[in-house]
């Protein structure tokens, strides 16, 4: 399973705060949707193979964690601002909530998740401009994979340090890209080695 792990230290934390804001307002939610898209979809198809999670630490209830299954998930790609409102809404204090089929929302903090996934034993990189070139990197195909990337700020300095402590920092290439198009490259470059 491919799973891509996207911060945003600004996105809205609450649905009403996504309701009332426009989506850039809103701690640039439009960043997210974009990374929505180029992670799961193809043309005329869905990855079901691949996890997108959202960590927004924003205002008014931080930090959440949205879980997309490209699996299980019906939704058109216009709707996903929507499908998010619907979500940041449905959460339930103390709950993993699966608020629509394939799509998750709790309270859990990026290196908390970053942890789990460290004890399942998956395969986990942290995108980052100054790492190792990703065509040079050994990805397993029998373990998941998983790729954190931050948002128009990047990633927290903190949690960027703690996590270069045990994770590959990667690098999809000698410019600063966009979120959304840090993923096209990693979904691609896992397609050529059909992992
Ligand atoms: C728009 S960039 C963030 C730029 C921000 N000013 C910074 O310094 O981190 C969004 C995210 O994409 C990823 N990214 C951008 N370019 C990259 C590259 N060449 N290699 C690996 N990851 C990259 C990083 O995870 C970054 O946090």
């Not at 070139?133 to 373990?143: A, L, P, Q």
């Not at 927290?156 to 402590?165: I, N, W």
């Not at 979120?179 to 990693?186: D, E, F, K, W």
């Amino acid at each position: 399973m491919r799973h891509i792990i996207y911060f945003s230290s600004k996105a809205v934390t609450s649905g009403g705060a996504l309701r009332k804001k426009d989506l850039m307002e809103a701690g640039r939610i439009d960043i997210a949707i974009h990374s929505i898209i180029q992670g799961l979809y193809l043309s005329h198809d869905i990855r079901k193979d691949t996890v997108i999670h959202l960590v927004f630490y924003g205002m008014p209830d931080p930090p959440k964690h949205i879980e997309i299954h490209g699996s299980k998930v019906k939704i058109a790609k216009k709707n996903i601002a929507k499908l998010l409102q619907k979500i940041l809404y449905k959460y339930k204090e103390g709950e993993r909530k699966e608020v629509l089929p394939g799509c998750f929302v709790e309270k859990k903090s990026l290196l908390n998740i970053v942890d789990e996934f460290l004890e399942k034993n998956s395969q986990v990189f942290v995108l980052d401009e100054n790492g190792k070139s990703i065509r040079d990197v050994d990805i397993e195909n029998s373990k998941d994979v998983v790729f954190v990337l931050g948002d128009q700020e990047g990633l927290p300095k903190k949690e960027l340090r703690r996590m270069k402590k045990t994770i590959q920092p990667v690098s999809v290439g000698n410019k600063t890209y966009f979120a959304s198009q840090t993923i096209v490259i990693v979904n691609n470059e896992l397609d050529f080695r059909n992992i």
